[in-house]
């Protein structure tokens, strides 16, 4: 019994480390292709933080540009 266990646990340690190496490498093989431009030629990964900015300044233009007119339309009919 006790060397069945034995074996299960050493089975999962080699599955675990192989899962380990697979990883590794994945994300090595991404932060070369960053390097390199990523997929497109000429063209970096963006990263999560930079993709969020970037939508954030879009979010607020369009706002500002939504609400321009529609002060401006409403101090128009007051004069």
């Known amino acids: 019994m006790e060397g069945r266990k034995e074996e299960e646990?050493?089975?999962?340690?080699?599955k675990k480390g192989r899962k380990?190496?697979?990883n590794k490498e994945y994300w090595h093989e991404r932060k070369?292709?960053?390097r390199e431009g990523?997929?497109?030629e000429g063209k970096k990964e963006e990263y999560s933080?930079?993709?969020k900015e970037k939508g954030r300044k879009q979010t607020l233009t369009l706002?500002?540009?939504a609400w321009v007119p529609i002060t401006l339309d409403s101090k128009m009919s007051w004069w």
Do not use: A, C, P
Not at 9 to 14: F, G, S, V
């Open 20 to 22: 380990r190496k697979k």
């Open 63 to 65: 706002l500002l540009l």
């Open 32 to 34: 070369e292709r960053g």
């Open 49 to 51: 933080h930079e993709r």
């Open 38 to 40: 990523g997929r497109e």
């Open 9 to 14: 646990r050493i089975l999962m340690k080699e």
